[in-house]
């Protein structure tokens, strides 16, 4: 959540933040009409969380964090929940075990679209009275809801691209373009730069505070990496190198028998949200490892950025993408680009694929964690992870920043995720 | 499948093959109708599969084995089905793997009722120009469908019973009724006797042959070990004494941290069908694994019989018994008795729980599997298996016989199974 | 250990036990004479113990049932060994973990077999004076003795033939000889047959009570399968057909990348005691799995025998073959044969491998284990194994007998394990 | 290796280099010394090998990296050791696998003397010959021989220490001292700093380049954390206060059930290399994970520190310790001290317990791993661990430096490793 480190994000009005609750809220239950109803409580994989799940897990947001805790005579609209829909909150007590949320059958889908009914209800009754410091946590708690706007679009892929039926997620979805941008090398001089949020804006308790870093002098390539640059990797032997590959990421290869990204089959096509099709060459790769962007890099005699170099190149980019807009020209998946756009040097920056950067994920100096089980959000996860940044096709419109950090291990390949190259100059 | 080793089952007219289709197929679909949609899906273990998946699966083993490799002209429903909903037929080829089952949540349980159908009006039409053999094989899928009947019901117990919800499965089901029957052991005289079919009926191979055992003096406990009896053993200590459990069954205990029947709570309750209710101290014990019964009958200063001393002691029995019969006032749960029926020796034989036998699941002396995959139906599985006896409360009507053999695990307990006593004598 | 049930075996007088005591205890280190100091301490499988963990465990037997429960004013050696080197008697308290022996640097070697002494050392010196149950007991430990040295030689060869070096255990073993002996069937009537000990001589608790079973007419082969007999199960594609094997069977031969016995290297080689050599077409096959030697039958047109088959063809037979004899001329290896003997029906019946029956091990009907701890001896282990007959090339001379019962898994086979195949008729 | 990248190392001359390589060399078996044949085998964790696997590797080193690649002629000790005993190096071949090191008790002690001799007398007769090149490498087999040197302590310490015999690697070794050095923060003001290796000196690869990084004002302890404070964080609840860990630390907590460090023992005694004995107050607290570290920083109120903020700290610190000096008077176990030493600001920087810093483990900017298999020295580690800092009294004299970045999994703690507390200001 916002930290009150080094700078208060701006608290909007209550008439307004009543309206954005509610388009929202909205946009969850929206996103999810495609689905029949047996994709609801589906979890194919523990990290992919079932879609009716999601739709529980962001209405108890509110009820515990707001409602339960703040609203005098507030009743919970079933008791159990408070378990069943607490992700990873210690301090809320002990959740239901992730990697069987896909064995709950009940609660059914009409009893969560009930419960988030309920949990409207009491909140916008409740919202002209709350304090500043509780219209900042509904606000966290809208932006907590978008985070799982993204995660319902990459979980729902995950459950119907595996199935070996491979039912499109809307099958009227068009097929991403390609683009003739050439790669390019754009050099950055570095220097003592500024990180971070500065404040004035919401951001969550990790992208504070604001801080100074030092870096040398830097490129980074005008756009992303492509799938026709993955598949010169993969004919050149790529995943049968050990070379190329960190040791956890050469034992993971082996062990999972890797050989291309998530969901590329062998006949040339790929699942995308709108079913199979053939991979465009020019579009970015995505759907690509940590372990595989780096080894990718390592290939092409580049590396991943660090953070604070992504960062520093995007901050003078306006915050322009394909996100996940839900219009009816959007094929939710990354495609190419034919030239970098005016005033900018890179493109591609934001709402395409989320870009691995070499950081591990961890506090900036002088972080401070919420108290409380809030505290919990984003700090204890600062282990083993990496950062990514810039969004992708899945991200809500109005989501990301430029200090948004996201962040996953780094054999994690289920979200929109791809590479750009960096160098040393 | 049916040997055709000693006698062959007699082959009903075609007429009243296709009423006993059609009731048989119907009455899958009825035990399904008090699900909601969602609990179609979910597989809350790897061996308690979907309900749609059992729907699914009983209509591929008509299309596979008779269909598809039988009618001419005949064109699968999907193609993929024939791999999706293969539960463990190498000849058939690769099955779908089953700890995946509750993942798929295509197709849907619409589709699969479409399935069901178009298998249905297919078998139908050509049932009357099946030749004999064919006839047999759509009996033998029909007492297939049987056998999925009852893991409908414990399946669907077992994932109900596991959601922190506890919701029923049917919530007018009445509660069981108690018993008074004092416990007794009963003689046998032994000696040279027969198991096994003899034919003139329908039975499953590993029934056959008919042979002959030796069998030293035995008894048998009139009745099946109730929950007082079994709570007897808990007070004593018993799940905390190495002494009374096999080495496996000691491993078991401690990894899994067994210390009460499956679905008993610490507050007295269990969970039935009918929902979460008191239990009853002289119904049977159930839902207790073989390494349970193993223990329970050595602290007692008993043993489990043998299948032989059963099935002989049972060959004089009528087959009366609590089969799931869907009628509003059957508990699908095992009851008490207060007397041994009249001209029987023994109480509750069939239809209550399937009784642990001490025998490990293998061929009678001349077995023969059939040719084929459906010689995969039994005789793959005869090794680390146990026989249980007598059929359960969720055993279809007309399904049981003495000669009956079921096999499971030796940890399996989400099976109605319980306990009956045997005695040197 | 031996039931009280039928007979008493005969106590030797305890001049004749001593001698013998002396004899099997000083056997034991002997047979580890010609290993490096480094082979003692090596575990290369959980189930195959280290050497010295054997010279501990055989003494703690004496030490804790007959020292340390019956000698008044007995010091255990150390007290920390009454944990370290209990095998598996619950009864006796926590074991160490079985997993871990391989991890004990200490005791030294030099430590252990200063502990042998110490309890040879009081145990002769009470031995004079133990009453007869004592001294039973004494011989049964001898017998628990034997069967460790037995495991001595096969965890020892685990342990060499698995190192990638394949030292020799003494390499001056002679290779196995060849033999021309046809393969025939040996018709037998069965009928009303006895199994188990009648008593008059030592024999284990589960091989009480003897009893009756009745057996259908069968045929047993008139000897083991040989080399050449398997391989043509394995050039006709045996460890990749599927119908061919037990459910469990191939599962585990998949996951463990099955295809061809222990020990056999792709050169035609195989790994003996005596070293790596070319393999002897007509000796018997071994170091076979149930799962490998069921499968094989089932290829051959055959089955494997059951125990009582097994043990009534043998009823008549002299128990005689190639016992560990520590003779520089035995090659500790199962050799071919050109003829029966004279007066016999069946040719290797006993110490050539341990020939594996598809009976699963259970207790015999009227089975009593002994009181106490010592009731863990062989009853607690009556599941999922099945029972071998006959010893081995590596078993005591002396030590097996018609109604002997091995038991193990049925995917193990560092035991000198085969095949005799049984036909119905 | 060291890079050619900012500066090349010294080249000590030949003769100075023939020195060293002798001493060096011979630490390593003056080491085992103190051991017992049998602790030479024993591998108790994957991650502990045993000592005669590390006098084997380390000569392997020299072997392949020189002996084999570059002198003509040279004929390998034996044939197999290539696999055998090379660690992790791909491009070398397939490693052995390392689970598996303690399971070969051939080759045995005194065939691996053999082959350190062996190879001792070939390179020292090459030594002369060599290329500055190459005796630039034969340093860095120096330097990788002492980094075994110090693994060779942990090690033996760890299977000693989890003995349930706790024999003593040398129990002359004297119990360490405490202090009376009261707790303060030294006061940093950072800036643009410099770290890694200016050159001048030998270093690994992974501290190149030096470069400028930006440090905001920060405070570290002027002493390590001692028994008696980590004793107050157990005494709080720490072990079991979920807001005090990292996500994935809870999960290690509960998962391993870790309650206290590693060797300490409810009596309030801790193993040492000197045997058992009772817990020193004032003494370094050791054998912490990071995941301990972190959650103990976290309940002081304070953080680790960062690897620059640690390096820039100690920058200007004579490196004087108490390294592994195998004088009698060492205790091999870190100590209490009673003042700062004159003209330093922190006490026990070098030489005491590794300090675990919050900096994950990657790349400088601007790293280049060597060509060739060396590559896989450090680079391809650079994922999941964390650096760690300083050396500790394992540690060989001379080998370590402010640049030196030492890396270890978070759950690791068998290495000699402890806290020094970082505070913003």
């Given at each position: 959540?916002?930290?009150?480190?080094?700078a208060?994000?701006?608290?909007?009005?209550?008439?307004?933040l009543?309206?954005?609750?509610?388009?929202?809220?909205?946009?969850?239950?929206?996103?999810?009409?495609?689905?029949?109803?047996?994709?609801?409580?589906?979890?194919?994989?523990?990290?992919?969380?079932p879609?009716?799940?999601?739709?529980?897990?962001?209405?108890?947001?509110?009820?515990?964090?707001?409602?339960?805790?703040?609203?005098?005579?507030?009743?919970?609209?079933?008791?159990?929940?408070?378990?069943?829909?607490?992700?990873?909150?210690?301090?809320v007590?002990?959740?239901f075990?992730?990697?069987?949320?896909?064995?709950?059958?009940?609660?059914?889908?009409?009893?969560?679209?009930?419960?988030?009914?309920?949990?409207?209800?009491?909140?916008?009754?409740?919202?002209?009275?709350?304090?500043?410091?509780?219209?900042?946590r509904v606000?966290?708690?809208?932006h907590?809801?978008?985070?799982?706007?993204?995660?319902?679009?990459?979980?729902?892929?995950?459950?119907?691209?595996?199935?070996?039926?491979?039912?499109?997620?809307?099958?009227?979805?068009?097929?991403?373009a390609?683009?003739?941008?050439?790669l390019?090398?754009?050099?950055?001089d570095?220097?003592l730069?500024?990180?971070g949020?500065?404040?004035?804006?919401?951001?969550?308790?990790?992208?504070?505070?604001?801080?100074?870093?030092?870096?040398?002098?830097?490129?980074?390539?005008?756009?992303?990496?492509?799938?026709?640059?993955?598949?010169?990797f993969?004919d050149?032997?790529?995943?049968?190198?050990?070379?190329?590959?960190?040791?956890?990421?050469?034992?993971?290869?082996?062990?999972?028998?890797?050989?291309?990204?998530?969901?590329?089959?062998?006949?040339g096509?790929?699942?995308?949200?709108?079913?199979?099709?053939?991979?465009?060459?020019?579009?970015?790769?995505c759907?690509?490892?940590?372990?595989?962007?780096?080894?990718?890099?390592?290939?092409?005699?580049?590396?991943?950025?660090?953070?604070?170099?992504?960062?520093?190149?995007?901050?003078?980019?306006?915050?322009?993408?394909?996100?996940?807009?839900?219009?009816?020209?959007?094929?939710?998946?990354?495609q190419?680009?034919?030239?970098?756009?005016?005033?900018?040097?890179?493109?591609?920056?934001?709402?395409?694929?989320?870009?691995?950067?070499?950081?591990?994920?961890?506090?900036?100096?002088?972080?401070?964690?919420?108290?409380?089980?809030?505290?919990?959000?984003?700090?204890?996860?600062?282990?083993?992870?990496?950062?990514?940044?810039?969004?992708s096709?899945a991200?809500?419109?109005?989501h990301?920043?430029c200090?948004?950090?996201?962040?996953?291990?780094?054999?994690?390949?289920?979200?929109?995720s791809?590479?750009?190259?960096?160098?040393?100059?």
């Amino acid at each position: 959540m916002q930290a009150s480190q080094s700078a208060s994000p701006p608290i909007p009005d209550r008439s307004a933040l009543a309206d954005r609750y509610l388009s929202t809220r909205g946009r969850s239950v929206d996103l999810c009409s495609p689905l029949a109803l047996e994709d609801y409580g589906v979890q194919p994989m523990p990290d992919a969380s079932p879609p009716k799940w999601h739709l529980a897990h962001t209405s108890w947001f509110f009820e515990t964090f707001i409602l339960s805790e703040h609203v005098e005579g507030y009743q919970p609209f079933h008791p159990a929940f408070e378990t069943l829909f607490n992700s990873y909150y210690n301090g809320v007590g002990k959740p239901f075990p992730r990697v069987r949320r896909g064995m709950l059958s009940r609660p059914t889908v009409a009893e969560i679209v009930d419960y988030r009914q309920f949990v409207d209800e009491h909140l916008l009754l409740t919202l002209p009275e709350l304090s500043d410091e509780l219209a900042a946590r509904v606000l966290l708690g809208l932006h907590h809801e978008q985070q799982h706007q993204e995660l319902l679009l990459t979980d729902i892929k995950y459950n119907l691209g595996n199935n070996p039926l491979r039912p499109a997620y809307n099958s009227k979805l068009p097929d991403p373009a390609g683009g003739t941008l050439a790669l390019e090398r754009i050099a950055f001089d570095g220097g003592l730069i500024e990180v971070g949020c500065a404040g004035g804006e919401f951001a969550f308790d990790n992208e504070f505070p604001c801080h100074q870093q030092f870096l040398a002098p830097y490129s980074l390539a005008n756009r992303l990496t492509t799938n026709a640059e993955f598949q010169a990797f993969i004919d050149d032997g790529g995943y049968q190198t050990a070379s190329l590959w960190l040791s956890e990421a050469w034992d993971w290869v082996g062990r999972e028998s890797i050989n291309a990204p998530l969901y590329w089959a062998d006949d040339g096509s790929e699942y995308r949200l709108g079913g199979s099709g053939a991979r465009v060459a020019n579009a970015p790769a995505c759907h690509l490892s940590f372990f595989e962007a780096d080894a990718f890099a390592r290939w092409a005699g580049a590396r991943l950025p660090t953070e604070a170099e992504w960062e520093h190149a995007a901050q003078t980019t306006a915050i322009e993408g394909r996100f996940a807009s839900l219009a009816p020209d959007d094929p939710l998946h990354p495609q190419g680009v034919s030239c970098v756009p005016a005033q900018e040097k890179l493109a591609q920056l934001f709402g395409d694929v989320w870009e691995w950067t070499q950081t591990a994920y961890g506090p900036y100096p002088g972080y401070q964690a919420a108290a409380g089980a809030l505290g919990e959000y984003n700090g204890k996860f600062m282990s083993s992870q990496r950062v990514l940044k810039g969004g992708s096709v899945a991200t809500p419109p109005g989501h990301i920043r430029c200090s948004y950090r996201n962040f996953f291990y780094p054999a994690d390949r289920w979200q929109f995720s791809g590479i750009r190259l960096a160098f040393d100059r």
